[in-house]
Antibody, heavy 122, light 107 residues
């Protein structure tokens, strides 16, 4: 059973870069069967998909964030990463990492981390 | 982007009731519709994928159906642990989009 755990600073200053790590256990991030995703949820609001990476380096970003976003992966550490630059208060949210199977379970988000709250404030 | 319109935004019901939540896509998503349950302070949990397939371990009182671009989540007999937020999500094409959510609370 895959398990995911987000980590990173809980407070980021405006205009700086938000950096998060997702550590994967119970399976390799180099699995060809999964895309590794970031999803966020603004306080008391709905869910927004941010983007994904495959271990091959293939990425797909939400166009609404693409200009500020980098998702990367380190197979040796079994981790993948989110970097979002030039943040504003609108980026304050709970950030989740999640798996999306390739042709598994309807391409749904099957496994989620517990989420980490990131607040953008000076 | 594909827009997912979910209704109602909130719903009050009693233990034992049958409830339905609907989700409409603004274009065809070929059945790539998933439902999630989220409890306060927790990550969403996958309930149903591909419109009607129950995720392993999900009680059979949950069911999903589709009719064209309209999708329905039904809970046949509400249990106390079912009071939560529910989201639909299309996994047809990126950017993957979610409905705005339905808060199901106790009447």
């Amino acid at each position: 059973q895959l398990q995911l755990q987000e980590s990173g600073p809980g407070l980021v200053k405006p205009s700086q870069t938000l950096s998060l790590t997702c550590t994967v256990s119970g399976g390799p991030v180099s699995s060809a069967a999964y895309f590794w995703n970031w999803i966020r949820q603004h306080p008391e609001k709905g869910l927004e998909w941010i983007g994904y990476i495959h271990f091959t380096g293939n990425t797909y970003y939400n166009p609404s964030l693409k200009s500020r976003l980098t998702i990367s992966v380190d197979t040796s550490k079994n981790q993948f990463y989110l970097n979002l630059n030039s943040v504003t208060a609108a980026d304050t949210a709970v950030y989740y990492c999640a798996t999306r199977g390739i042709a598994l379970a309807g391409n749904s988000f099957q496994h989620w981390g517990q989420g980490t709250l990131v607040t953008v404030s000076s | 982007d594909i827009q997912m319109t979910q209704s109602p935004s909130s719903l009050s019901a009693s233990v034992g009731d049958r409830v339905t939540i609907t989700c409409r896509a603004n274009q065809s998503i070929s059945g790539y519709l998933n439902w999630y349950q989220q409890k306060p302070g927790k990550a969403p949990d996958l309930l149903i994928y591909s419109a009607s397939r129950l995720q392993n371990g999900v009680p059979s009182r949950f069911s999903g159906s589709e009719s064209g671009t309209d999708f329905t989540l039904a809970i046949s007999s509400l249990q106390p642990e079912d009071f939560a937020n529910y989201y639909c999500q299309q996994s047809y094409i990126p950017p993957y989009t979610f409905g705005q959510g339905t808060k199901l609370d106790i009447k």
